[in-house]
Every structure is written in structure tokens, then in C-alpha cells.
């Protein structure tokens, strides 16, 4: 005869039929499955986000020593370069002090230029 758990499995499946319908025992399938799928893609990238190394690295699961690490750059540099500063042999406040002074000429307004431009002018 059949055992605890199997019994449980049989009735809840004869249950679900008797109260829905067979019609929608392939829906409720469908629905579980994609449930399954999600949870497993959470369970993966949770994991993933507990390995220090895929977080270093994430286009790989292997380990980033297999590869040649690259340094994490340093937001300043990055935006120097963005600008087009050069930033051989530059402190990070020498490219910050740039960096204001480049955004600050390139952000005037068209009507400020106007303004400034008239009141040097009289």
C-alpha cells in the first residue's frame, strides 16, 4: 500500500482536479514551473553574490586569478579622461581642481555668454 508522503501526493492531486477542474491542472503547471525557474535563477545569482570573486569579476564563474586583474580606476580619472585631460603625473587634486575648472567653462549657458559678453563689451 501506499506510503505517508505518497499518499499526500495522490490526494492533493485529486484535490486539485476535483476543485479547479482538469482544465486548469496545465495552467497551475505552468505556473509552478516559472515559480521553479525564478526561484533557482534567485538561488544562482545569491550565490554568485556570496563568492567574493564574482563580484570582482562577474562575466566568469571561475576564479579572477585565471585572468589578468585589472585595477579598479579611480572615478576622477575616469571623468578626466572623459573630458579629454590628460592625466599622466597628476594628483587626484590637481585632476579634480581640472575637472571643475573644464565643467565649469563648458556649462555657461548660451544667454550667460550673451550677458557676459555684452557686459564687456560696454
Known sequence: MLEGYEM???VAVLAIIFLWGPQKLPEMARSIGL???????A???????????SIINPQTSTPATTQSP???QDPLVIAAKSLGISTEGKTKEELAREIVARTAVNSVHPSEKETSAAAAGK
Not at 538561488?43 to 556570496?50: I, N, R
Open 70 to 72: 585589472q585595477p579598479p
Open 43 to 53: 538561488a544562482k545569482e545569491a550565490s554568485s553574490l556570496a563568492n567574493p570573486r
Open 8 to 10: 499526500i501526493a495522490i
Open 35 to 41: 515559480a521553479k525557474r525564478e526561484f533557482d535563477n
